[in-house]
């Protein structure tokens, strides 16, 4: 049969691989010796590998993450709490402040921007050139 870079692999199979992947993991093998040993390729056992850990990191991080929301949330409402009651707001709004940038921070809303960088290359001198530049540095230096 041939290739079908399109054909989406079987969901139980990938599943088999993640957990066949991660066990062996555990015990020490390298991601090479993962791929001989299971007879797939060194680029695919990383990936199943990728998603077994995540599966297994992901629901922890998002349960702290809800937990850390809504003391957030608890934060932000005994501010504007205290604001509401007459509380000198030069005192409250810098804490408040600091409490929203933790929230944006937390859910990745402040996360940098990906920059283009170019750069230009310039052809080697000539040596004969770079000879004379060496010998007028030689000649001011000394």
């Known amino acids: 049969m041939a290739y079908n870079p399109a054909a989406k692999p079987n969901p139980a ?3 088999d691989e993640q957990a066949a992947v991660l066990d062996l993991r555990r015990k020490g093998y390298t991601i090479r010796q993962i ?3 299971l007879g797939l390729a060194k680029s695919t056992v990383q990936n199943r590998l990728d998603a077994a850990i995540a599966e297994l990191v992901e629901p922890a991080a998002r349960e702290v993450r809800l937990l850390e929301l809504e003391r957030l949330d608890a934060w932000q ?5 205290q604001l ?6 030069a ?3 810098p804490v408040a ?18 920059a283009e960088v170019t ?5 080697a001198a000539d040596p004969a050139v770079e000879q004379l ?7 001011t230096d000394g």
């Open 91 to 93: 005192k409250v709004v």
């Open 97 to 114: 402040l600091r409490v929203q940038e933790r929230r944006a921070k937390l859910l990745g809303l402040d996360a940098p921007e990906r």
């Open 84 to 89: 509401d009651t007459g509380d000198d707001p």
């Open 13 to 15: 199979k990938v599943a």
């Open 35 to 37: 791929a001989t040993q």
């Open 77 to 81: 409402a005994r501010l504007e709490n």
């Open 133 to 139: 530049l060496a010998q007028a540095r030689e000649a």
């Open 119 to 123: 750069q230009t290359v310039l052809p």
